[in-house]
């Protein structure tokens, strides 16, 4: 019985070592299941890990806005920072080793506008505080049962489809036709600097400097969000490692991207409407739908779950006004808080920079104002 039990576990410990040695090997996945399989299951691996790690972290660019308005600089700036310190730090190292070549992507290889990315920036940050999270925190919020993020999460997704291709096309077009500028290197803000990508690498150990000081300035309530937020980060930079190791292996082009909320959201709305025309799976379509089980299973595993609605104090039109901003924001700006000022801001774009400064700014006046006349933030 033993042996044949040893004989057991020999067979097994082989198989689980051919399939692994099949994992790394990605030429042999990709031909095994083709590319847009093969980004759609790491797409989705990536996004239970985002999925999972924000909701247990309440990883939040809102509450991190918040804090600092009210000069608090606490657990959710802290986390806020430290997530964004992790992602910068792997992506940078993995830059200056040779591993990441993110100079044809559409943070910096495409057509930017910088009246598209601040404006857009601003109206995105507006529609946050309305809305009471961004896009990636909307579907996070949904996971746990909350009905208002679903509205606004729908409604957020249709806007965004009627601005890259609909009713609201024309005016993202004209707004962003005000101050284009060209793709390139030059797009790079350590380029235009000139300074190498590991100057990029001392200013993500200031984040994380930043977020350690901020976390001990509040142990006792942040040790549990760490990790969480480390996690996240971490995420962010797996996405464009992953794009990047497939792209290196296909024939065919594939984009080396970070994550994004804004284009998934819409194109996951068409491909429930309109079967036939979705586009093929790929990164994106693994993506979102994996962030909303990540959530929906540490909400359960934690005891967060619960269903939550509209109450006397939430006005229905405060949070679809906001979707609206969003919606449209995010397109103009060429992403969200993580499409473009994490997961653009990691690679150094001027544009991503310029949209995550702007939706800073945009969140920190309309909460300033909204306080002030005592509506609800």
Same mark, same amino acid.
């Given at each position: 019985?033993?042996?044949? #039990? ?11 070592? *051919? ?11 990709? *031909? ?15 996004g239970?890990?985002f999925?999972?790690?924000? =909701?247990r ?9 918040? *804090? ?5 600089w606490?657990?959710?700036f802290?986390? #806020? ?7 910068v ?22 057509? +930017? ?6 404006? $857009? +920036?601003?109206? &995105? ?19 746990? $049962? ?9 409604v957020f997704?249709?806007?965004? =489809? /009627?601005?890259?291709s ?13 101050w ?8 790079n ?10 100057a ?6 200031? &984040?994380?400097?930043? /977020? ?8 006792g =309530? ?14 962010i ?6 794009? =990047? #190791?497939? /792209? ?18 819409a ?6 409407? %309109?079967?036939?025309t979705?586009?093929? @799976?790929?990164f ?7 962030v @909303? ?11 967060e ?13 405060? %949070?679809?006004? +906001?979707a609206?901003?969003? $919606? ?5 700006? $060429? ?12 690679? @150094? ?17 309309? %909460?300033? &104002? ?8």
């Open positions: 019985m033993q042996a044949l #039990w040893g004989g057991h576990c020999l067979e097994s410990i082989s198989v689980i070592s *051919e399939l692994l040695g099949n994992f790394v090997n990605i030429a042999t996945l990709l *031909e095994s299941y083709g590319d847009h399989w093969v980004l759609a299951i790491g797409g989705a691996l990536i239970l890990l999925g999972f790690s924000a =909701q972290s309440k990883f939040c660019a809102r509450a991190a806005v918040i *804090e600092c308005c009210e000069g608090e606490r657990q959710r802290a986390g #806020w920072m430290l997530a964004f310190a992790s992602a730090l792997v992506v940078q190292l993995a830059i200056s080793l040779g591993f990441l070549k993110p100079e044809s992507s559409r943070h910096l290889g495409s057509l +930017g506008s910088v009246s598209g990315s601040v404006l $857009g +920036g601003l109206m &995105f940050g507006i529609g946050m505080i309305m809305t009471r999270g961004c896009a990636s925190r909307l579907i996070i919020l949904s996971a746990n $049962g909350n009905l208002r993020a679903w509205i606004s999460g729908l997704a249709v806007t965004v =489809q /009627a601005t890259i609909g009713a609201l096309a024309p005016i993202r077009l004209n707004i962003a036709s005000w284009p500028i060209d793709g390139g290197v030059q797009r803000v350590l380029n235009f600097l000139g300074v190498s990508a590991w990029g690498l001392f200013i993500g150990l200031i &984040f994380l400097a930043v /977020a350690v000081w901020r976390f001990k300035a509040t142990a =309530q942040a040790k549990a969000s760490i990790l969480g937020n480390i996690f996240v980060g971490l995420a930079a797996m996405g464009w490692l992953f794009t =990047q #190791w497939v /792209a290196g292996a296909s024939f065919e082009p594939i984009p080396v991207q970070g994550l994004s909320f804004s284009g998934p959201s194109e996951w709305l068409t491909r429930v409407l %309109y079967t036939d979705a586009p093929k @799976f790929a994106d379509a693994g993506l979102l739908p994996s @909303f089980v990540g959530s929906l299973i540490a909400s359960v595993l934690f005891g779950f619960k269903f939550e609605g509209f109450q006397t104090e939430n006005k229905l039109g405060h %949070y679809l006004s +906001g609206i901003l969003m $919606g449209f924001g995010a397109v103009l700006a $060429g992403g969200c808080t993580v499409g473009a000022g994490m997961s653009g801001g990691v690679v @150094f774009s001027d544009t991503a920079w310029l949209t995550l400064i702007s939706i800073i700014a945009g969140a920190a006046m309309t %909460y300033q &104002f909204l306080k002030s006349i005592g509506a609800p933030t």
